[in-house]
T-cell receptor
Framework: GENVEQHPSTLSVQEGDSAVIKCTYSDSASNYFPWYKQELGKRPQLIIDIRSNVGEKKDQRIAVTLNKTAKHFSLHITETQPEDSAVYFCALNPSTGTASKLTFGTGTRLQVTL | KAGVTQTPRYLIKTRGQQVTLSCSPISGHRSVSWYQQTPGQGLQFLFEYFSETQRNKGNFPGRFSGRQFSNSRSEMNVSTLELGDSALYLC?????????????FGPGTRLTVL
């Protein structure tokens, strides 16, 4: 089945710095790439997603870039704040074409220090 | 609009028993997917239901089953519980199966098998 490699597994940044998390995949048929944030003890929450017909999408301090040729997509968080501390998961839909079956990366624990 | 709800939130069972978990999707959402989250394996897709039919299934043994009712509520059942079934079980709903079908997660049911 589809595998998604996510790096790094842990990331520590100072408040105000930027954070970048990268995911690589192998199935070129995937066309939906969401990112989820999961705070300790809480549910995963969709923070941004991108579809294969665009290369970049921004929402305030969060952006996602997609390189379909190289089969990788990245999450960029600028001006990090302590409340950004959480585990972030990338995901994609395997080649079945539905966005309701997601394959997840292994997660990145982001720690924003003061 | 109310979010995805799951009951019960916590369960403790012993090996060999069976368990049924319930998920109520966001009103108007017709697709329900189930995921298992563990520290070792991360988030893994179990199955997806749409219009009362299982549409996709992950790589889990037949002890894991589910169903969906006409009001889109879904249940999953695990029979002959094993210690390794201890996990957070998350359901996610989306309006449809593809297109703009972003998935929204419930709070999860934490199952502990003793």
């Amino acid at each position: 089945g589809e595998n998604v490699e996510q790096h790094p597994s842990t990331l520590s940044v100072q408040e105000g710095d930027s954070a970048v998390i990268k995911c690589t995949y192998s199935d070129s048929a995937s066309n939906y790439f969401p990112w989820y944030k999961q705070e300790l003890g809480k549910r995963p929450q969709l923070i941004i997603d991108i579809r294969s017909n665009v290369g970049e999408k921004k929402d305030q301090r969060i952006a996602v870039t997609l390189n379909k040729t190289a089969k990788h997509f990245s999450l960029h968080i600028t001006e990090t704040q302590p409340e950004d501390s959480a585990v972030y998961f990338c995901a994609l839909n395997p080649s079945t074409g539905t966005a309701s079956k997601l394959t997840f990366g292994t997660g990145t624990r982001l720690q924003v220090t003061l | 609009k109310a979010g995805v709800t799951q009951t019960p939130r916590y369960l403790i069972k012993t090996r060999g028993q069976q368990v049924t978990l319930s998920c109520s999707p966001i009103s108007g959402h017709r697709s329900v997917s189930w995921y298992q989250q563990t520290p070792g394996q991360g988030l893994q897709f179990l199955f997806e239901y749409f219009s009362e039919t299982q549409r996709n299934k992950g790589n889990f043994p037949g002890r894991f089953s589910g169903r969906q009712f006409s009001n889109s509520r879904s249940e999953m059942n695990v029979s002959t519980l094993e210690l390794g079934d201890s996990a957070l079980y998350l359901c996610a709903s989306s309006r449809d199966r593809g297109g703009l079908g972003e998935q929204f997660f419930g709070p999860g049911t934490r199952l502990t098998v003793l």
